[in-house]
């Protein structure tokens, strides 16, 4: 069934955590696409969190609302979280991950809104049983459950019991990069003759920034020029990639950026983008790298393959091997115009498939099946 969604409605938009992550980002590119098409937007979030994510939404035909959710019982979470639908009468509510699903498909069920529930990767919602069912049981009373790569909806119908009862594939999708004129290297004190990989992922072992930590160590002794990683995120791993770089006398090559706002200045400072996760589903900095057209060495891991279609617009290597990344970025750095190529190309299947309009279009197109299947109704009355 199709429908088309009410001029002037409102969506609700609930996700458990506001710093800077893949998911969050997702959240922001959305809301600022559908505020442009008319849609009111109101976004919940965890009252006492960070405020990233409200800093980076747009302010018109947009109002974040926090709820408790950090350190609070789970019942007061979800009092909080009906009340604010049950006030802003939202024609759908669609909730980001898994507490979000569970406590905002509860409230979107009591109150008769229809729910669309977006899994964006992590499995860490198998780690305890009344999770997994949680988690199961909004999928359950949702109108809709959406992953946002193959691999997740795979994983969402292996890993929930009952299963949903269909799992809809929307890709992220990105704005493009701005083409500003990159500053990072100036800023690092790289020099002119060097080589630049950059990375933009949060510190966690999983992220494989050790990986390419080692990786980097050979790739210094083979080729004739200095060759520098930058690395934009924060996480608990720090100390240990700075200990393990100082181990492998790479204290004066390894960059550790921190949280950045100017992605756009990191990706097109870089000769590389390096992807070396052990576990990814679609990461929006493999995007963003790609709409900058930079020469891409990644992982096969998640939905990477698929994008940089099986090696035709990037080059990828097994997770976890040292020897592969070291080749891959030796190939690139030693190649430029093969870099380029690879860079061009990944560019165009980047605004082909994975453009941030193409996302939008199938969130709202989904948004009217199910408020048209759910019949327009209201939110249930005090």
């Given at each position: 069934m199709t429908g088309r969604l009410p001029d002037g409605c409102t969506i609700a938009h609930l996700i458990e955590t506001d710093g800077p992550g893949g998911a969050e980002r997702v959240v922001v590119y959305l809301v600022s696409r559908l505020a442009t098409r008319g849609i009111h937007n109101v976004v919940l979030l965890p009252a006492r969190g960070e405020g990233w994510l409200a800093a980076?939404?747009?302010?018109?035909?947009?109002?974040?609302?926090?709820v408790p959710l950090l350190g609070v019982p789970s019942l007061t979470s979800f009092h909080a979280i009906r009340d604010a639908l049950r006030a802003h009468r939202p024609a759908v509510a669609h909730s980001h991950e898994f507490t979000m699903g569970a406590l905002g498909g509860a409230a979107a069920w009591w109150l008769r809104i229809p729910h669309v529930l977006t899994m964006h990767g992590g499995r860490y919602y198998t780690t305890r049983i009344h999770r997994r069912l949680a988690l199961a049981l909004s999928a359950r009373v949702s109108a809709a459950v959406v992953a946002v790569s193959q691999t997740v909806a795979v994983q969402l119908a292996r890993d929930l019991v009952p299963r949903p009862r269909r799992v809809a594939l929307i890709p992220n999708g990105i704005p493009d990069v701005a083409p500003v004129q990159p500053t990072l290297r100036q800023e690092l004190g790289v020099p002119v003759d060097a080589r630049l990989i950059v990375t933009v992922g949060?510190?966690?072992?999983?992220?494989?920034?050790?990986d390419l930590l080692h990786a980097l160590a050979a790739v210094a002794t083979d080729l004739p020029w200095p060759v520098h990683l930058a690395i934009a995120g924060r996480g608990d791993e720090d100390s240990a990639l700075v200990e393990l770089a100082r181990s492998l006398g790479l204290t004066d090559r390894l960059h550790l950026l921190g949280v950045r706002d100017d992605i756009p200045n990191i990706l097109r400072s870089a000769d590389v983008f390096a992807l070396p996760s052990r576990s990814e589903a679609l990461p929006l900095a493999l995007l963003e790298a790609m709409r900058a057209a930079r020469p891409i060495v990644a992982t096969a891991v998640g939905e990477v393959p698929t994008v940089l279609q099986h090696g035709e617009v990037g080059l990828l290597a097994r997770p976890g091997d040292v020897a592969g990344l070291t080749a891959a970025l030796e190939h690139l750095l030693m190649n430029p115009a093969v870099a380029r190529t690879l860079g061009e190309r990944a560019r165009a299947v980047a605004a082909e498939h994975y453009d941030i309009d193409r996302m939008a279009d199938r969130y709202l197109t989904l948004y009217g099946e199910v408020w048209s299947r759910a019949g327009g109704r209201s939110p249930r009355p005090l």
């Amino acid at each position: 069934m199709t429908g088309r969604l009410p001029d002037g409605c409102t969506i609700a938009h609930l996700i458990e955590t506001d710093g800077p992550g893949g998911a969050e980002r997702v959240v922001v590119y959305l809301v600022s696409r559908l505020a442009t098409r008319g849609i009111h937007n109101v976004v919940l979030l965890p009252a006492r969190g960070e405020g990233w994510l409200a800093a980076q939404l747009p302010r018109e035909r947009v109002q974040v609302v926090p709820v408790p959710l950090l350190g609070v019982p789970s019942l007061t979470s979800f009092h909080a979280i009906r009340d604010a639908l049950r006030a802003h009468r939202p024609a759908v509510a669609h909730s980001h991950e898994f507490t979000m699903g569970a406590l905002g498909g509860a409230a979107a069920w009591w109150l008769r809104i229809p729910h669309v529930l977006t899994m964006h990767g992590g499995r860490y919602y198998t780690t305890r049983i009344h999770r997994r069912l949680a988690l199961a049981l909004s999928a359950r009373v949702s109108a809709a459950v959406v992953a946002v790569s193959q691999t997740v909806a795979v994983q969402l119908a292996r890993d929930l019991v009952p299963r949903p009862r269909r799992v809809a594939l929307i890709p992220n999708g990105i704005p493009d990069v701005a083409p500003v004129q990159p500053t990072l290297r100036q800023e690092l004190g790289v020099p002119v003759d060097a080589r630049l990989i950059v990375t933009v992922g949060n510190l966690y072992a999983v992220k494989g920034h050790a990986d390419l930590l080692h990786a980097l160590a050979a790739v210094a002794t083979d080729l004739p020029w200095p060759v520098h990683l930058a690395i934009a995120g924060r996480g608990d791993e720090d100390s240990a990639l700075v200990e393990l770089a100082r181990s492998l006398g790479l204290t004066d090559r390894l960059h550790l950026l921190g949280v950045r706002d100017d992605i756009p200045n990191i990706l097109r400072s870089a000769d590389v983008f390096a992807l070396p996760s052990r576990s990814e589903a679609l990461p929006l900095a493999l995007l963003e790298a790609m709409r900058a057209a930079r020469p891409i060495v990644a992982t096969a891991v998640g939905e990477v393959p698929t994008v940089l279609q099986h090696g035709e617009v990037g080059l990828l290597a097994r997770p976890g091997d040292v020897a592969g990344l070291t080749a891959a970025l030796e190939h690139l750095l030693m190649n430029p115009a093969v870099a380029r190529t690879l860079g061009e190309r990944a560019r165009a299947v980047a605004a082909e498939h994975y453009d941030i309009d193409r996302m939008a279009d199938r969130y709202l197109t989904l948004y009217g099946e199910v408020w048209s299947r759910a019949g327009g109704r209201s939110p249930r009355p005090l």
